[in-house]
């Protein structure tokens, strides 16, 4: 069956903009979770949601991010007035039910802020 | 708050030997331990996970790890490195909150 899908693969901006980036979990996970990665580490947590709600967002850098999850199923990470700082790779994963259940991962989205 | 702790950022073995990428974790209540591996421009892929049980965990491609709680580690070994098993290897731990990784381990096969 399908995997999970993040889109776009790649986006670049400019400092100050606002982006939203797209995730489409497996087909019937409830759990859902973004991830930042930088060059050179591991995926940083953001956020994980249970359904439609944020059950964990303690992640989040600050109050320019947020996600939302209005159906339960995409999820749409938004980043508003961008900075350099925040060019990485952004992971979303689901699981069937919780945060112990195996995660599957998407290709990310690069973003590149200039 | 639990924590992953992986050594050695850059792992190089020859093809046909030993793999160990070593992996410590700190946990304050039993964990559940991951390892993913990344294949270049492609997503995490679950290798293998324990979670209670058997200490030792046989995963996909012939990867394995034990879950040693006195030594706090889930080191990754496979017997034959092969070439198509040069990525990057990811261990991951999650208690009762979020998931955390570790930077990472490129693993490099000669032939």
Known sequence: ????????????????KYVELRCDPISGHTALYWYRQSL????????????TGAADDSGLPNDR?????PEGSVSTLKIQR??????????CASSQTGR????????????TVL | AQSVTQLGSHVSVSEGALVLLRCNYS????????????????????????????TLVKGINGFEAEFK???TSFHLTKPSAHMSDAAEYFCAVTADNDMRFGAGTRLTVKP
């Open chain 1, 40 to 51: 050179g580490q591991g995926p940083e947590f953001l956020i994980y949601f249970q359904g």
């Open chain 1, 82 to 91: 961008t900075e350099r700082g925040d060019s990485a790779v952004y992971l």
């Open chain 1, 65 to 69: 991010f947020f996600a939302v999850r």
């Open chain 2, 27 to 54: 946990s304050s209540v039993p964990p559940y331990l991951f390892w993913y591996v990344q294949y270049p421009n492609q997503g995490l892929q679950l290798l293998l996970k324990y979670t209670t049980g058997a």
């Open chain 2, 69 to 71: 709680k006195s030594e």
């Open chain 1, 100 to 111: 112990t259940d195996t995660q599957y991962f998407g290709p990310g989205t690069r973003l």
């Open chain 1, 1 to 16: 069956g399908a995997g999970v899908s993040q889109t776009p693969s790649n986006k670049v901006t400019e400092k100050g």
